[in-house]
Nanobody
Framework: QVQLVESGGGLVQAGGSLRLSCAASRSAFNPNTMDWHRQVPGKQRELVATCTTDGSTNYADSVKGRFTISRDNAKSTVYLQMNSLKPEDTAVYYC?????????WGQGTQVTVSS
């Protein structure tokens, strides 16, 4: 069973930066797509960024130009570099891996941005 564990969340002031990491428990794990999502109370989970095996990336309009997703397949890890953080970025951030139709989810890490 593959487990995904997020880390790097915390409290930061507006304009600051954080880097989130998501590591898979299985070595040489190479999913078709790795994603970052976020969710705030009372709202649906939002797709923030995606990264495919060939390195192609996509971002939600709300984070474009501020966030960068990357992956290290040798370490079975995906990262989310978050710059110029805004209070509206406050949420629980989840990573997800898609492999041959199966989706694996992390348990989430809290990001709080103060004004």
């Amino acid at each position: 069973q593959v487990q995904l564990v997020e880390s790097g969340g915390g409290l930061v002031q507006a304009g600051g930066s954080l880097r989130l990491s998501c590591a898979a428990s299985r070595s040489a794990f190479n999913p078709n797509t790795m994603d970052w999502h976020r969710q705030v109370p009372g709202k649906q989970r939002e797709l923030v960024a995606t990264c495919t095996t060939d390195g192609s990336t996509n971002y939600a309009d709300s984070v474009k130009g501020r966030f960068t997703i990357s992956r290290d397949n040798a370490k079975s890890t995906v990262y989310l570099q978050m710059n110029s953080l805004k209070p509206e970025d406050t949420a629980v951030y989840y990573c997800a891996a898609v492999l041959f139709g199966a989706t694996f989810w992390g348990q989430g890490t809290q990001v709080t941005v103060s004004s």
